[in-house]
């Protein structure tokens, strides 16, 4: 069956996708012998900087699509983001790990959330709403505050309105700017956590600790690993995010970003099926780092071993914050990554610092 081909060191992975996160796969890959082939719009992407190949080509263009898929053995995707109808045509030609399910379920924030609650798994309340009187209807129902999103095409706090006592329905539907969106009931959160889990092809999975996320103007700002966490809740964490894995029947990673509420719940905010933001801490501090298990997942190698051996603090360098680079390689502590980008633009992740610490508990 070729859904469980083993592609060994040599061969050639095909990434949709040219930011960070393909970047540091690439590099994972290369340290395992493989080459990668970066597809994507984007000229001189961060990704195609340390790729053996690359494709700058529209996410719908059928003859580059095909091109690609002659050209690798296996296809992945550094964001989910990607249409059907490619992945329909690059499936038909080539095994593409994790596959079509996981993308459909996390496109779309309704359908993540339908998904969710349907295998048991808690949430926030949530209403899908398609115009301004189904919002008004919705915060009669679930209260304010509350959070309206669009269901696709929301990262890093994009297309969200948070609507409090004051705001009517009509200007927080004119906010969002969307034909379709999501009602939220606000989550009095104490701290915001994930977990990572990779799963193989023989369907093994082996989970990261989970770990807490501060954000700052709704972008990631610091990884704190592990997550102070009572072990209950920590374990729930980790149950919750291998129940979803196992459920999309995930080849490659998942990254279940959750809310613990102060009573000690675990609800899940948004999953993605792909490495993450809050695993670049594995990167130093774990026996087998995120991108290396990426590769070894959706290669169908053996899962390496997640297990940390410090603790760490991850913390993203946004806009200009990277001109701070020097004083950060000066510090012998610190372990710089950076990710090639020209252009320090306001909420651009640029790179990141990993300081770790020896490994409690
Ligand atoms: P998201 O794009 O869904 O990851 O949301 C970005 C950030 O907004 C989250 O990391 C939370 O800090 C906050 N947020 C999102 N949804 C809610 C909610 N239902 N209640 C409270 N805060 C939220």
């Not at 990668?36 to 580059?64: G, K, L, N, R, W």
């Not at 699509?65 to 296996?74: E, I, Q, R």
């Not at 994930?194 to 610091?222: F, Q, W």
């Not at 993450?276 to 959706?298: K, L, P, Y």
Request: hydrophobic letters at 45%; charged letters at 20%.
């Amino acid at each position: 069956m070729s859904g469980a081909r083993i592609i060994p060191p040599g061969g050639r992975i095909g990434i949709l996708g040219g930011g960070q996160l393909g970047r540091m796969a690439a590099l994972a890959a290369g340290a395992l012998g493989y080459r990668c082939h970066i597809f994507t719009p984007e000229p001189d992407s961060p990704a195609a900087q340390v790729s053996a190949a690359a494709t700058v080509a529209a996410y719908d263009d059928a003859d580059a699509l095909a091109a690609f898929a002659a050209s690798v053995d296996v296809v992945t995707f550094e964001f989910e983001n990607i249409p059907y109808e490619s992945v329909a045509l690059l499936a038909a030609r080539v095994p593409v790990r994790p596959g079509w399910n996981a993308l459909r379920v996390s496109q779309d924030r309704l359908v993540e959330k339908d998904f969710l609650r349907g295998i048991g798994v808690p949430t926030a309340d949530y209403a899908g709403v398609a115009g301004p009187q189904e919002l008004a209807a919705a915060l009669d129902r679930l209260g304010r505050p509350a959070i309206l999103k669009t269901v696709r095409m929301g990262y890093d706090g994009k297309g969200q309105v948070a609507i409090d006592s004051a705001m009517p329905a009509a200007e927080a539907w004119r906010r969002m700017d969307a034909e379709r969106g999501i009602l939220e009931g606000f989550v009095d959160f104490a701290c915001e956590v994930s977990v990572i889990v990779a799963r193989g092809i023989d369907g093994a999975m082996a989970a990261y600790v989970p770990v807490e996320n501060r954000h700052r103007l709704h972008i990631l700002d610091e990884t704190i690993a592990p997550a102070r966490l009572a072990p209950q809740v920590a374990a729930a964490a980790d149950a919750i995010a291998r129940r979803v894995t196992a459920a999309l029947e995930i080849v490659g990673l998942l990254a279940v970003e959750m809310f613990v509420t102060r009573d000690g719940r675990v609800l899940v905010n948004e999953i993605a099926p792909r490495p993450h933001n809050s695993g670049h801490w594995t990167m130093d501090a774990c026996i087998t780092g995120q991108f290396e298990q990426f590769v070894r997942a959706v290669c169908g190698l053996p899962l390496g071993s997640p297990e940390r051996h410090s603790d760490a603090v991850m913390r993203n360098l946004i806009g200009d914050e990277v001109h701070g680079w020097a004083d950060i390689v000066r510090d012998p502590e610190a372990k710089l990554h950076l990710y090639g980008k020209a252009e320090a633009r306001p909420g651009r992740k640029m790179g990141h610092v990993n300081r770790l610490r020896p490994r409690s508990g």
